[in-house]
C-alpha cells in the first residue's frame, strides 16, 4: 500500500463534469489499496476572473487582500472535488492551506513554505479518507492568507509529498508529458519518459510551463519523485527523478523558450565594484527574480550592464532601477519587452565541448542575432527578438536532433 | 467617537459598482470620526451558484463541505471591499471568520455562535484601520469552517455588535425598512421608524425577511440597537430598540406572511404522554425548526397531530416522522407545502382582547379558510392555502389600519 500524492490543475477540474472523472481516477487509485492526498488548483479560469474583479474595484490591490480574493479559488475546488468523491461513495476530506498548517513566509502573492504540519492530514488518512488540499496556499505565523504565485499547486503537491514521505507525487496537467520541445512550435518534438531533477528544473525555469521552477527544486532537495501525466489521456507521462537514478546522461535532453522576458539595460554605470550588487540587492528585496545579467566593459571610467526580468516584473523592476541608478549618477534605463530566450538543457552538457558553439552556429546560420547569452552546467540560453523565436527553436531542435549531423551523437532521444 | 458596526447584504455588494458605493459609505462613516467593523455578505447570487456547482457532482453534498464551498462567498467579498477602501485612502483588513475567532458549534450549514474573540479586531482597529469581516461563518473547536444559515450576516453583525459593545449595529438592505407589511403586497403600507427587539423578532421569524430571527434575538439579549437602512438611498430607515426605550406599545404594529411553509400531518396517533415529545426532540435534533404544533382530539385513543416546517426542511422532517410514526405504530404521515402562514404582531396585543377575533373575522369576510392558528403575546398566526394569501394580508392590514373601522383605534400608525 503505497501513499501517493495527486495534484491536478485548474484545467483538470475546469468544470463539475471534469471534476467528477477527477473524482473517478483519485477512486481507481483509491481502490487500488493506495492512500490518496489530493491537491487542487482553482478551476479553470477562476484566478483571472478574481483578478479582473480586483482591478475593477482598486487601481493597485494590496497584495494581502489579493491573497484573500484569490485562495477562495482553490477552496471552492477542494470542497466540489471531496464532494464528487463522496457521490462515488469514497470518503473524503477538504482542508485548505490553513487547516493542514501550509505555513509559510509573509510575501503575499509569491509566498515561500517553510514547514508543512502533518497532524491532521494523518489523522484523516487513518479514519480512511481522501485528503483533498488546496494548491497554491498558506498561512503566515500571524494567521493571515498566503499564496504561493502562479503555479503554486505543484509546488503545494511536492512539499506534501515530501512532508509525508510519498511514495509518488503525480502531477495531472493538459499536457501528456515533458516533451524535448515545445510540440506547438516543433511538431515532430518527442515525449521524455524520464528526466532528471536538474534537467526538468531548468527546463521549468526557462518556461517549459510544465512543472513550477519551485516544485521542482524541493523535489531534488527532498527526492520526490514526480510523475507528470495527463488528466484527459491515459498515457505514461514523464518521470522526474533524481540524478542517481538515471543510467546515463544525454548530452541535450530538451530545447525550450520563454517569452515573459523583459530587457533592461543601465547606460553608463560607473564600473566600480559594488554597483551590481547595489541594484541587484535592491530587486530581490522586492521578490523579482534577475535571470541573465550581461556586463559589458567600455574604453572608460563606466559600463552598460544588462539584465533580464519577467516581464510581468518589468513596471516595478523599472520604478527600483530608475532611482538606484539616479542614485548612481546615471539616468539612462533602457528597456525592451519584445525578447524571447531559447535554451538547451541537458546534464551531459558540461563533458560535451563545442555544444553552445553549435547553438550559436545554428542560429547565426537562420540570420538570428543573439542578444545576450547566459549558460550554467547544463544549459545554454540565448536571447533574440521575440519574433524569431519559434524559428530558433526549431532551427536549434533540429541541430541537436538525431541525424542531424553524422559527426554529432545522437542528442535527444527518449529512453 | 462612536463605535459602528455596519453589515451590507448580497445586493448591496452584488457588483464592483456597488462595492465601490459600499467603500464610500463606509468612508463618510469613517471620516465622521468613528471607528468601523464592517461585515459583508456574498455578492448577489454567488451562493446560489455555488450551490448550483454542489448539486452537480453530488447529489447528496456533505454538508461540511457545503459550508467549505459557501464560505468562500463571503471572503470574496471582504477582499473586494478591503480593496475598494484602500482604493479610497482608508487603511483596512479584511477577516475571515476563522481570523476573526468567530466560535461556533459544529452544526454544518446552521451553526450558532459560542464566542467571539475580539483580540485581532481591536489590534486592528487600534491600527487605525476599518476591519471588513465575512458574515455567515466561524469555526469549530476543531477548525472546521461552518455557516451560520441563510442570513447569517445579520447574526455575525449583531453578535460583534454585542461583543465589541458597538454603539449601533447598521443594516444594510434592499429595503428602506421596516413596514407595516410587505409594500409589494399592501401598496398602502407603512415604514415603521422605531420597532422594540420582540415585535421585530416576531415580524423576522414569519418571514419579513428584512432581518434573520437569531440575529434579532442576539440584540435583544444583549441590547443592541440595529438600524435597518438601505444600501441605496439615503432615508432613515428603522431602529430595532429595547422595549424600554419605547414610549408606548402599539397594538398591531404590522402584519407579515411566510411562503417557506410546509404543514405535516400525522393520522392516529396513541393519545398518550411522550409521544410529541419524542417526535419533536428528534427533528430538533436534526436542527429543524417546528413551527405551529395543533393536535386534534378525536373520539378515540388516537388523535391527529399537525405541525408546520420550513419548506426547505420538509424532506428531512418527512424522513424523521416516517420513521418515528411507523414506531409509534402509524403509517398514515400527510403533507402539504402549498400553505402559507399570515400573522398580526404588536406589543399591545396582550392587553386588548378581541384583536385575534379580528383577525380571524376579516379572513372569514374574504372566505378564507384557517387551516391552524398558532398565537404568542405578541402575535397570531394563520395557516392558510397559499393561493389566497396575499389576498389574506391586504384583508388583515385593512382590519387594522387607521379608520378601517371607527370603533377600534388607530392600530398601525409611525411614530
Not at 565594484?273 to 521578490?287: C, T
Request: aromatic fraction near 4%; charge should be negative.
Amino acid at each position: 500500500m503505497a501513499l501517493v500524492v495527486q495534484k491536478f490543475g485548474g484545467t483538470s477540474v475546469g468544470n463539475p463534469e471534469r471534476i467528477r472523472e477527477v473524482a473517478r481516477r483519485i477512486a481507481e487509485t483509491r481502490g487500488a489499496g493506495h492512500r490518496v492526498v489530493v491537491v487542487v488548483s482553482a478551476m479553470g479560469h477562476t484566478t483571472d476572473q478574481l483578478l479582473d474583479l480586483a482591478h475593477q474595484v482598486c487601481r493597485r490591490p494590496p497584495r494581502r487582500e489579493l491573497d484573500m480574493l484569490l485562495s477562495t479559488g482553490e477552496q471552492v475546488s477542494i470542497a466540489l472535488v471531496a464532494m464528487a468523491l463522496e457521490d462515488l461513495g469514497v470518503p473524503a476530506i477538504s482542508l485548505t492551506g490553513a487547516q493542514v498548517g501550509i505555513h509559510t513566509d509573509g510575501m503575499y502573492t509569491r509566498a515561500r513554505i517553510r514547514r508543512i504540519s502533518t497532524g491532521r492530514i494523518g489523522e484523516e488518512l487513518e479514519a480512511g479518507r481522501v485528503v483533498v488540499v488546496a494548491g497554491f496556499q498558506g498561512i503566515t505565523d500571524g494567521w493571515d492568507i498566503t499564496t504561493l504565485g502562479r503555479g503554486g499547486s505543484d509546488t503545494t503537491a511536492v512539499a506534501l509529498a515530501a512532508a509525508l514521505q510519498a511514495d509518488v507525487c503525480e502531477i495531472y496537467t493538459d499536457v501528456v508529458g515533458v516533451f524535448t520541445a515545445d510540440p506547438r512550435v516543433v511538431p515532430h518534438a518527442r515525449l521524455l519518459p524520464v528526466i532528471s531533477h536538474g534537467e526538468m528544473l531548468e527546463l521549468a525555469s526557462l518556461g517549459a510551463a510544465v512543472l513550477q521552477p519551485r516544485s521542482v527544486e524541493l523535489a531534488a532537495q527532498y527526492g520526490v519523485v514526480i510523475h507528470v501525466r495527463s488528466s484527459f489521456e491515459r498515457r505514461e507521462g514523464t518521470r522526474v527523478v533524481p540524478e542517481a537514478n538515471l543510467e546515463k546522461a544525454m548530452v541535450v535532453t530538451g530545447v525550450t523558450h520563454d517569452r515573459n522576458v523583459a530587457k533592461v539595460t543601465v547606460i553608463d554605470v560607473p564600473d566600480r565594484p559594488g554597483v551590481a550588487f547595489r541594484l541587484f540587492s535592491e530587486l530581490a528585496a522586492a521578490g523579482i527574480n534577475v535571470d541573465m545579467i550581461v556586463q559589458t566593459a567600455k574604453q572608460q571610467a563606466t559600463t552598460d550592464l544588462l539584465f533580464t526580468v519577467a516581464r510581468t516584473d518589468l513596471e516595478q523592476t523599472l520604478e527600483i532601477t530608475r532611482r538606484v541608478a539616479a542614485e548612481l549618477g546615471t539616468r539612462d534605463v533602457r528597456h525592451d519587452d519584445t525578447v524571447g530566450k531559447v535554451s538547451i538543457v541537458g546534464a551531459g552538457m558540461v563533458s560535451n565541448p563545442g555544444v553552445a558553439a553549435r547553438m550559436f552556429g545554428a542560429l547565426a546560420a537562420q540570420g538570428i542575432n543573439i542578444q545576450a547569452i547566459s549558460t550554467s552546467e547544463i544549459k545554454v540560453s540565448c536571447l533574440i527578438d521575440e519574433q524569431r523565436l519559434e524559428e530558433a527553436v526549431r532551427a536549434v531542435h533540429d541541430a541537436f536532433a538525431p541525424g542531424a549531423a553524422s559527426e554529432q551523437p545522437a542528442l535527444i532521444q527518449p529512453r
